[in-house]
């Protein structure tokens, strides 16, 4: 958002929504994701940390994270007969609005 981030090093004004949304989900998966080859993955309480102390130094953008935040898209997903790979266990704790938009300013 600072007109420092790899490979274009494009400001906020220079990036659409959708992109921005993208950058939101794209840390998220990061963090969280099973199958990351150089370090374990993070619970939901390190990532939501990691990605506020981003949001705070503008690397994301500080609106369309606290709508991440509140939105559900945090919430657990159930495992289904579809995605049997998939597992609440890292993502069981709550995590509310209030304490969210706190760690925001």
Same mark, same amino acid.
């Given at each position: #958002?600072?007109?420092?981030? @790899? ?14 949304? #993208? ?5 998220? %998966? ?7 080859? @150089? ?6 309480? %390190?990532?939501?940390?990691? #990605?506020?102390?981003?949001?705070? %130094? ?7 994270? %606290? ?14 007969? *579809? *995605? ?22």
């Amino acid at each position: #958002m600072d007109g420092t981030g @790899y490979p274009r090093g494009l400001k906020r004004d220079q990036m659409s929504i959708p992109a921005r949304i #993208m950058m939101i989900a794209d840390i998220f %998966e990061a963090l969280t994701a099973r199958d990351r080859p @150089y370090k374990a993955r993070k619970n939901l309480s %390190e990532c939501i940390d990691i #990605m506020a102390h981003m949001s705070r %130094e503008h690397h994301i953008d500080p609106d369309l994270f %606290e709508l991440f935040l509140t939105s559900g898209c945090t919430a657990p997903m159930p495992t289904s007969s *579809c *995605c049997p790979s998939r597992s609440t266990k890292s993502t069981s704790a709550a995590i509310s609005p209030a304490c969210t938009r706190r760690k925001l300013r």
